[in-house]
């Protein structure tokens, strides 16, 4: 059974770099399958941040395109999120999913979520 | 940008009641629709898929119908563990895929 992990820096600093990584274990990142980010804050409740393919391509929320980068590590088999320029409005918990092909592409499994808060 | 717009808010029911929750799109998404229930401090779990199916090991008291800009998910008989907030998803127009706002089914 396929699980996802987040990890990462659960706090940082205005107009600094939001970095986060996500593990995939018991199973393949290189299969059929794509692999995502979300969050979801208070404000505004769940958000697609974009997905990945293992072959590296990607589909980026156009609200948050210009900060962002997701990339794939197949040797390791995890998958990155870099958003840039951080403000409070991106304090939220991240979710790492794995994005199933065989019903469609949709968010199969989550892994728990990590709060990522952006304060001085 | 395709807009869902959930109803009601909150519904407040008993256990063994049914509960019937409406997501309605701002524009055509045929059956493009999932429905996610999550528990606080969990994760969202995948219900249904595609409007009508029911993702792995979902029990048969959920189901979904719809298609269009109209959606229901239907709750037979409410079991103490459904009690949670319920969101639909589209994945038939990106970017972005979006979520509706979340109805929260809450005891009474």
């Known amino acids: 059974q396929v699980q996802v992990r987040e990890s990462g820096p659960g706090l940082v600093r205005p107009t600094g770099t939001l970095s986060l990584t996500c593990v995939v274990s018991?199973?393949?990142?290189?299969?059929?399958?794509?692999w995502g980010w979300l969050r979801q804050s208070p404000g505004k409740g769940l958000e697609w941040i974009g997905e990945?393919?293992?072959?590296?391509?990607?589909n980026y929320n156009p609200s948050l395109k210009s900060r962002l980068r997701i990339s794939v590590d197949n040797a390791q088999n995890q998958f990155h999120l870099n958003l840039t320029s951080v403000t409070a409005a991106d304090t939220a918990v991240y979710y790492c999913?794995?994005?199933?092909?065989?019903?469609?592409?949709?968010?199969?499994?989550w892994g728990l979520g990590t709060l990522v808060t952006v304060s001085s | 940008e395709i807009v869902l717009t959930q109803s009601p808010a909150t519904l407040s029911l008993s256990p063994g009641d049914r509960a019937t929750l409406s997501c309605r799109a701002s524009?055509?998404?045929?059956?493009?629709l999932g429905w996610y229930q999550q528990k606080p401090g969990q994760a969202p779990r995948l219900l249904i898929h595609?409007?009508?199916n029911r993702a792995s090991g979902i029990p048969a008291r959920f189901s979904g119908s719809g298609s269009g800009t109209d959606f229901t998910l239907s709750i037979s008989s409410l079991e103490p563990e459904d009690f949670a907030v319920y969101y639909c998803?589209?994945?038939?127009?990106?970017?972005?895929?979006?979520f509706g706002q979340g109805t929260k089914v809450e005891m009474k």
């Open positions: 999913v794995r994005v199933l092909q065989n019903i469609g592409y949709w968010y199969d499994a």
């Open positions: 018991g199973g393949s990142i290189s299969g059929t399958n794509w």
């Open positions: 990945i393919y293992h072959s590296g391509a990607v």
């Open positions: 524009q055509n998404i045929d059956s493009d």
């Open positions: 595609d409007a009508s």
């Open positions: 998803q589209q994945r038939h127009n990106w970017p972005p895929w979006t």
